[in-house]
Structures are given as structure tokens and as C-alpha cells.
């Protein structure tokens, strides 16, 4: 992975490494694995001096790294090079490198070639253990893995008129057969119109009015074990999307059913599926990874906290030092 393309979420974390590189300032540079990293960073093997700006060199490695960045030929990159070189020199003499904001992005910019030459070479996607990659498997089988055909249906129904006297529940049997007819009423209709969509088949429920009797409408998706019977069985035994039930009698209500879509059953073995579970565990593992790794440089280096001058009330959030507005 390129410098300044990490797996989206490991920036939030790099004021943890900021503040490493500051505490490291603390301790000997030889000991500090910030400055001995950086220190790894060298020209190509081979490589040349192309130009010389006040004595400082242009390599052959750095025309060749813009040349292909910007789409310049090596004449052009070089003439760029010395032009950003003779800008750096002269900011250097007006004292501006040493402005809050430019340390800021040198510190950002040496933490994004440190974690593009080790941290991210090191921690690769095939690092996430196998074990791990089974625990998330085992877990989520039921729903992502190894699941049954499941339906997605929408519903028309009417509630049963059930009242309660004392301790015992009542089924007013007259209002009954009048509700029963109407959800009879109502399957003929959508049976003779045929609706091709769920919209059109609740239209037709909005629009229904018999008896003063509206009906309701409801959507769901599951699969046979998470439903009652009798619905469960009526439900699964429609075959295409569009079919519709008859009227489906349950102790709650009456319902005539759409079938929207059948998905079917899924069966993913743990080797067939190892691979999508690493692509979407690896950030999270990543993130973990990266933590770890801060804190092993920690204990690399010296760090002195010094909590009593933390800004609090209103300097904590007051305007920035001058230079990194």
C-alpha cells in the first residue's frame, strides 16, 4: 500500500504516534525506533547525483519518482525539483520550516512513509489468524452462512374480535364470520386483478372498504421456522413472487399474503467463505494491530507526560498558535 493510501480508520490513531515521535525527542535518537526507521529511508541502489542546489543534492531516484507522478519527462521533473529546492532553502532562511503548521505535516508525512515501509508490509490481510477467521464463521453461520430459503412477503389482514371477562378470553363468533367474509371479499378481488407488484396489491388493500372494516398491511422477511403456523405453511406454499394465499386463519387475525421474492437457501463452507470473512475483518484487525504496535514502540522509547499543562476550559479549544491557521 502506497504512503498515504492505509486502510481507511488507521489516521484517526495517529496522534498516538505524534505524540510518541514528541516523547521520543526525550530520549537517545539511536535508541528511538522513530528516528531509527526514518533513518532506514536511502537513495536506490545506483543511485546519482542529477543536480546540486547550494550543495544539496537532486537524485536520479527523486526526477525519476516525479517524472512518473506527474507525467513529465526527466528534464522537466529535474527543472521542478531544483525550483521546490530553491523554495525550501529560501523558506528555511525566513525561519518558516520551523512554523507549527510545516513541523505538523513533517511529522504527518514521515508517520505516513513509516507505516507504508513497515507497519503495512508487516500486517497484510493473511495476517489474520485462521482461528479467528472460524470464530467468525461459527458465529455468524445461522445468519449469513447457513441460513434456510427465506420469503419476503407483505400481508393484508384483519384482527380478530377476542375480548376479555375475568381471566378468560372471548371470540365474538358473529363479528368473526362478518370479518371472515369481508378477507373472502378481499381474496376474490386481488385473485380476479391479479396485482404484479407488492404496491399494486396494497393499493388495492388501501382502497378496500367493506363493513367499515379497513384493512392493514404489513411486510417481512423470514424464514418457515420463524413463523407460526397456520401462515408459516400457507406462506411457503406459494411457489413464485405475485402468487397470493387465500385467506389464512390465525388466532390473531385473517390474512391473505403476497409472495414478493424467495431467496434461497444459502450453504457456504468455512474454506469457501474464509476469504470474505479476512476482506471484512481485516480493518478491524488492522486497527487492533496498529495499537499494539504504538505501544511496543512505546516501551521502545522515553516518554514524559506533563498532564498539569494540558489546556483546559476555554484555552483547550482557544485559537491555534500562530502559524497553523
Excluded at 7 to 28: E, K, M, N, Y
Excluded at 122 to 132: F, G, I, Q, R
Amino acid at each position: 500500500m502506497a504512503a498515504g493510501r492505509t486502510v481507511t480508520g488507521l489516521w484517526a490513531l495517529l496522534p498516538l504516534l505524534i505524540l510518541h515521535a514528541q516523547g521520543c525527542r526525550r530520549a537517545t535518537k539511536k535508541d528511538c525506533p522513530v528516528y531509527r526507521q526514518a533513518r532506514r529511508v536511502a537513495p536506490w541502489p545506483g543511485d546519482v547525483v542529477v543536480a546540486r542546489v547550494n550543495g544539496r543534492p537532486i537524485l536520479a531516484s527523486e526526477v525519476r519518482h516525479r517524472a512518473s507522478q506527474g507525467g513529465l519527462t526527466a528534464a522537466e521533473a529535474a527543472e521542478q525539483l531544483i525550483d521546490d529546492e530553491l523554495a525550501v532553502q529560501e523558506a528555511e532562511r525566513l525561519g518558516l520550516h520551523q512554523e507549527p503548521a510545516v513541523v505538523e505535516a513533517g511529522k504527518r508525512a514521515a508517520i505516513y512513509k513509516l507505516l507504508a515501509e513497515t507497519f503495512e508490509k508487516s500486517y497484510t490481510p493473511d495476517s489474520v489468524p485462521d482461528s479467528e477467521l472460524r470464530r467468525i464463521y461459527d458465529r455468524e453461520s445461522p445468519r449469513w452462512f447457513k441460513r434456510p430459503e427465506l420469503r419476503r412477503f407483505g400481508h393484508a389482514y384483519l384482527t380478530r374480535p377476542w375480548s376479555k371477562r375475568g381471566r378468560r378470553w372471548y371470540l365474538d363468533m358473529e363479528k368473526d364470520r362478518v370479518l371472515k367474509r369481508i378477507m373472502q371479499n378481499f381474496q376474490e378481488l386481488v385473485a380476479r386483478k391479479r396485482p404484479r407488484s407488492w404496491e399494486a396489491f396494497s393499493a388495492l388493500a388501501t382502497d378496500f372498504d367493506q363493513g367499515n372494516q379497513h384493512l392493514a398491511l404489513g411486510k417481512g422477511l423470514q424464514a418457515h421456522r420463524d413463523l407460526r403456523r397456520p401462515f408459516a405453511d400457507a406462506l411457503f406454499a406459494l411457489e413464485h413472487p405475485g402468487d397470493i394465499s387465500g385467506v389464512i386463519e390465525t388466532r390473531p387475525w385473517y390474512h391473505v399474503a403476497y409472495l414478493i421474492e424467495v431467496i434461497p437457501r444459502k450453504s457456504i463452507s468455512f474454506p469457501q467463505a474464509k476469504e470474505e470473512i479476512r476482506a471484512k475483518l481485516f480493518p478491524h484487525a488492522q486497527k487492533k494491530a496498529f495499537t499494539r504496535w504504538v505501544k511496543r514502540l512505546e516501551r521502545q522509547c522515553t516518554i514524559r507526560a506533563r498532564p498539569e499543562h494540558l489546556p483546559v476550559g476555554e484555552s483547550a479549544t482557544g485559537p491555534a498558535p500562530e502559524g497553523t491557521r
